[in-house]
């Protein structure tokens, strides 16, 4: 339903702030992965071990990987959890929920071109449809929810994976490792054609915005401290009911002072610009 109006670059650092969100999680989770188990052999007892073993293994690692990898403070636990991995994978999940929800939210503002909402025209990547000439799908969004579902799907079985492991042994290594690296694979290619194939030629549609925003009845919120709910309301529905904007009755009937009008229906008021930027 009709709300108040938003910037297109509002709404656009609404997703950018949410991916870095998700970006400083996935780092976060990669903390837990830097403590090796090496040297706790079988068990954790590092039974058979030549003592330090562990340490210059693990230096040499740090050094070959360039991460910062240190023996962990618990061998036991190490050896009987692999929750690290599922860390790792459920913040995966979690960006792909917010690249879910994003790609959708581009698919809906690209509909149209006529008879959707048409506030942002996506790039054509193909010919069109097969059946109707000169349509534009929103092909790359598709696909990016597709690798996100595929994603979720993976933490569903790392999940399980993950709670199958008994005393200091969890067999299910394997299917982790598989599914966690195609999840990693995935984000990573996925993510890099959605950032070619689409974002970066996204263009706003200001006519189709510019008129969303001149007929939008959510207008009448401004008019609610100034007159009153019960007016304001009545204002929007007499605007639909008369297919006509809210600006144009409110000045018809003199309602409000022309400069007070042009104040109130700014873009620039709407969107939160008062006396600074939000």
Not at 33 to 59: D, F, M, Q, R, S
Not at 64 to 91: C, D, R
Not at 146 to 173: K, P, R, W, Y
């Amino acid at each position: 339903m009709d709300a108040v109006p938003i910037r297109l670059g509002q709404e656009f650092s609404g997703y950018a702030h949410s991916l870095h969100k998700a970006i400083k999680r996935i780092e976060s989770s990669l903390e837990g992965l830097c403590e090796l188990g090496l040297g706790g052999n079988a068990v954790g007892t590092g039974v058979n071990n030549p003592v330090g073993i562990e340490k210059l293994a693990i230096e040499d690692l740090a050094k070959m990987t360039g991460f910062p990898l240190i023996p962990s403070p618990n061998p036991f636990e190490a050896t009987q959890s692999v929750a690290p991995l599922a860390s790792l994978s459920a913040e995966l999940r979690l960006l792909s929920l917010e690249l879910i929800r994003i790609s959708g939210d581009l698919r809906l503002l690209g509909s149209g071109p006529n008879t959707g909402f048409s506030e942002i025209l996506l790039p054509a990547v193909q010919p069109g449809s097969s059946m109707m000439p000169g349509k534009v799908n929103p092909s790359i969004a598709e696909m990016l929810a597709m690798v996100c579902f595929q994603v979720i799907g993976h933490d569903s079985a790392i999940s399980f994976a993950t709670q199958a492991g008994q005393l200091e042994l969890n067999v299910m290594l394997p299917l982790i490792a598989e599914d966690l690296l195609d999840s990693i694979s995935l984000l990573s290619k996925g993510c890099e054609v959605f950032r070619k194939s689409c974002l970066e030629g996204i263009e706003a549609n200001e006519e189709t915005c510019a008129r969303n925003f001149e007929e939008s009845l959510g207008l009448a919120t401004v008019l609610a401290p100034e007159l009153g709910y019960a007016l304001a309301a009545e204002l929007a529905q007499r605007a639909q009911r008369e297919g006509r904007r809210i600006r144009e009755i409110v000045e018809e009937e003199k309602i409000l002072e022309k400069e007070k009008i042009d104040r109130l229906f700014s873009p620039e008021y709407l969107a939160g610009f008062k006396g600074g930027l939000r």
